[in-house]
């Protein structure tokens, strides 16, 4: 449509075609009838416009494009970002389902054990209710880790053009959070390069070109061309000329549209700033954001997360040994599942926050090795 609206803007305007008919009758002073005949008329006329006004429509229809291609390029990096961000999601919710199911399981498989002996006293039977409340908690996390699975594919099918409920393998990738330039350098980067900075610099000159249009449509435009008359009554004439005709500006001298133009570029000055300001808002947000869930995750989790899985399994082998009460395995199955949605979850806010950054700086802050960087998630379908 922009493209179209620039071809307008460089073409003429249509010439005027007009035409009259009609009749003449002669007399004599002294009232004599002396015949009566056909007369018309027939004018060609062409709009010249004032010079420079054309050459403004064109830079306004220009600036038209550029603010098209820019809001593409927004929406492509738009969708890469929740594409990438989807695919998270995805792997998170597999890594709690693989967990709280895994625990699940563990409960289930005391519980069988218990069946097979006898009960003596209330202790076997109440430590039996603990395991299958555990169980059951345990089960309804798996269950809930998986619906939030199935809803991040039927989102991703759907961004993918492809059917919502066609199963999808996401590559695993290792999770690297780099540490974040200094907030100066991404305020900087982030004026010169955000889309909704450079969206409103292009809105700002176009509507510098539309103040000039304003102003140079004071001048009114000239119609010219050939015309020829004649008429056939008592002798026969033939008129052969050109017309020229232009508007006196006596009453609409565009004076409103000016000063509306000029209104219009003052309110685009004062958004432009407040865009800026609220810019530098949201950045400083997520950055600060971010550096709190780094220094929240640390260096050591990944270690950690291996260690309380490996102490969860080692718990259950000695509570059937009978070495650890019962309130001491649940607490370690319970502390392993909430370490991991813990980490699970700092993750993804992390990866939101850096995702955040670069759609506003404009700028890739992730390493090659991180699930956001473009190309590094893969994507299978499974037919």
Known sequence: MARGDRRTAGTWPNP??????????????????????????????????????????????????????????????????????????????????????????????LIAVLVLREPAGPTPVVEMRILQGNAATFNHRATQALIELQSAQFELNLLRGVTVDLPVEVARQSVNLPTLPDSDRLIANAYEKNFDLQTRRTELEQQGFRVRLARNEHWPSVKMGPYTAGENVVDSERELGLSLSVSV??????????????ARLNQAEVSLAAAMRDLERQIMTAAHSYNQELKELGEDTPQLLEQLRDSAKLAGDNYRLGALPISTYTEMQLQYIDTTDAVLSSR?????????????????LHDTGSPLGQGHVSRKDQK
């Open 348 to 364: 993804m806010d992390a990866l939101q926050n850096l995702s955040n950054l670069e759609y506003l700086g404009g700028e890739q």
């Open 16 to 109: 005027d075609l007009s035409g009259q008919i009609g009749g003449k009758s002669y007399n004599s002073l002294g009232g004599k009838y002396l015949g009566t005949g056909p007369v018309w008329s027939v004018s060609l006329t062409q709009t010249f416009e004032f010079p420079g006004r054309v050459s403004l429509r064109k830079a306004i229809a220009d600036k038209q494009i550029a603010l098209a291609q820019l809001g593409l390029e927004q929406f492509r990096v738009s969708l890469r970002n929740q594409i990438e961000m989807l695919c998270y999601r995805l792997l998170a919710a597999q890594d709690r389902a693989a967990a709280a199911t895994e625990v699940a399981q563990r409960f289930r498989d």
């Open 249 to 262: 500006p006596l009453w609409n001298q565009a004076r409103g549209a000016e000063e509306a133009s000029k």
